[in-house]
């Protein structure tokens, strides 16, 4: 399937370093094949396949100084050119940190019951296939759907790997496949409108496709009657989407790197402090059995683990990487992303209750309050250095168990206030793509109609 | 009959290849490869290969903690039939490499190269198209700062920022320098190449008093000017950032609602970005998801509105010689006075929605087929002054620095402002924050009714269906009627 062996890489790279007297070093390599389509008129459009090599490499100078490289080609000769450069941007760089292989990097990866199931691949005319079938489910479904601009199946085999100049080697295979539809729909008289649905999973399936398009048809559908909302605070549900959204937009508050870098809205001091409601709970679970891109190690080679984040409203933890794990005497957490300054990002949230609330809230008695499907535009509304948000959304507002489309409306607010706001975390708890959530009901919310 | 192809590719497949640069030592193997492809019933094909040199460093309140080089090399194929295309990438430059991706991308057409002795179509390339001659683009490298040097740039603008910005939390600068080596050669003849540098420089505060907190940054940025770090105005920088930021550290978040508005020049022009940019791309055309798919000729926007996506300014952060399909760039003119006059179109573009060619196929890298995208896009200047258009206003507010935004297939769009004042009686006073703009493309062109006389072009970033590109807008200062605000 890939075009190169990742024993030849290893080797070609191990003969490389030695070659010119590199004795300290290590690689996290990606070998990918990724297979999609799109369609457009009941026609594949947008065919493609993607073969992809890359390798994060560091160095390490006689001085402790590290270099960083990243390159494409995994040849003997492009190693021999990346190590060169990695040892020049070394003596440019000469950081003060001590930076070593992560103390864990050496650890043995333990068997996954649940992952052992092995990924059924689909041939790329099966995807085409697919998503043909998909937009021709959306377009029939209804005369109000104009198209199905964005919209594609596909499915991708990643091959990640580890090694180091200590002897350490590991690797893992993974498979999984993702369709997603967003068609445009329009009623006489009215403004166009679109939402969509983006799933993945371990293997294709032809039925789940299908099932993706309707309800991206029935979502978009549901949305054509829309009306205009006032602005003005309102009590807003976040759905388990948007809630993990701004998880993710906010990260910085559990990124152990912002907070050494003064870059977050907490510090070291926030620890085992009450920093949002009781009632939420969640935590970084990336061996969690709805996760379909389970990574056994990070990209240090350090084994992944759940870690708890926040519990009854308590900051109980960072996700580290082996830098702020050291600096801060923590466990790491095996959640680096190997670069020249070590990054950190989340695997699997799995938002759930904390405390019991004292009283269980009816969604049918509700009064003028806000859904919130989904968010748009988290690039551009959220300023996480200081906490803000204003950003658009598809949503609805839900009265006495009726609920209308809002049209184009944008909801603003503090993060920090917003997770002391939640009111009521509900029971059930939704698996998306990104993470395992239920509904969170805040408080109050500002909302800013579009005709306001 | 012609076996030349068939025994050259045999020993092509022998040879140990110079991957040190693109240029006609590749004619050979690509147009037996073309020929492969031609002969096997494709319409089209076409090769697009890359190699990229890529640094980038941060500095962060005063060290350097960020130096990452990247080697990047790759092709991607592309075969059309039937207006139906295939796209395969590979990171393997070698003629088996090369050919394995070739023959992906056919048998997604069911198409096969056929063996024995079956006549091959030859196919002929045009004479090289060597742009890299224009600019003496080969000193490039050599002239451009070193990585080192580089490093202490950012260093010294750190330091100056520490120095001089009270309440400074956090400083960070960081720069890239991208040397991309390009090679398109396509079944229709085409067969040019180029040689792009393009340098960014950002310059990031956190600034903090007691719960009151503002960020801002300010960046710069341009292609084929090997002395761009050489010749940054480092206290320029510093001085636009102390006095944003120490205006914003204390402004009162905007109280949402309608308001007439003006935007500054420069990277104001992302409205027009957002608002109608990407909706007069063929990429969104032949998607059915613009609401000016059929509007050519039609009155689109206010009379004082005249726009256009310029291939080649100079220096431009967005600029090309020629776009990621071997089109040399120019100039298209998208509204005039309010009527539309052309789309942003590439060869897909044409072929699935008849609007011709403007040189406006691109791509982030060899791992995306190319699409239409936006360039140096801006609109025109106007005859007034900018305190015209700020002294017209009773009750509004001024946007002197926006952030990102987005448009949807609605024609809906966003943006966050960086920086926002209130206009009162027609003078500017106090800063505002929290704001983000909404609206919709159709409407919002209309209400755009005066443009100031200066023009002004900034970097930015485009993420599209054809990956991130480097991109210009620009404006002149605009006033615009009335738009929602967002705001708590």
Redesign the interface.
Known sequence: MF?KNENDIKNDFMHAARDLGIQKFDMFGILSLEESSSS?DG???????????LGVIRVWTSESHL????????SFE?FR??LK??S??AQ?????DIIEFSPESNENLKPIEHDNLKSQSAS?QDL?EAVVEGEKSILTASDSF??V??NGVGQLHVRRFYLNSEGVYKKEDKTSSWSYF?P?AQKKNK????SGEYEIAKSFSLPSVINCAKKSASKTLEHLDYKAIK?KNYKVILSSEAFLDLLDAFSNCYNAQSVL???SLFTEKHLDSLVASPLISFFDDPLSKHNVHIEQFDEEGTPTRLTKIIENGTLKSFLHSSFTARKMKKNVTGNTIL???LGISSHFLHVTRGQSPEKNYDVNALVDTVYIDDF??M???V?A????F???FNGWLLNNGKRESIE?A????DFLKLLNDIIFVEKEEKVTPSGVCPNIWIKNL?V????? | MDFKSLHKAAELQNISYDFESFGENWRERLEILLGFGRASGADFIEFFLEKKKHYAIACENGEITSLEPSLICGAGVRVFKNKIDSYVSTNDLSFLGLKKALVSALDIHKLTIPHGSNLFFNCVLEPLRDYTLNCNKISFESQALSLKDTAHVLLSCNSLKQKEIKHLKYATTTAFQELQDVLVASSEGTFAKDLRLTQSFAANVLCEDGSMRSSIGKRLGNTSDPMFFQTLDEERIVSDLKESSGQMLYADYIKAGQYPVVLANKFGGVIFHEACGHLLETTAIQRKSSPFLDKKGDVIANESLTAFDEGYWDKGFGSLAMDDEGMPSQRTLLIENGVLKNFMSDRAGFELTGHPRTGSGRRQNYKYASASRMRNTYIAPGPHSKDDLISSIDKGVYCKELGGGSVDPTGAFNFSVQEAYEISNGRITKPLKGAILIGDAESILKKISLCANDLDIAPGFCGSVSGNIYVTVGQPHIKVDSITIGGR
């Open positions: 075009s457009k026609q594949p459009f947008n065919v493609n396949t993607r073969f992809k090599h270099g960083v490289v990243r390159t494409s080609d995994l492009g050119e990346a450069i990695a020049e941007a440019v760089r000469q950081q003060k790329l085409m104009l198209s601009p964005y967003y445009l403004k166009s409108r679109q602005t870098d003064k870059k670069a020249s300054k748009h535009a690039h551009a509304g300023n250095l200081q906490g803000a204003s950003l658009p184009g944008t909801v603003a607010g500002m800013t109609g579009l005709s306001s």
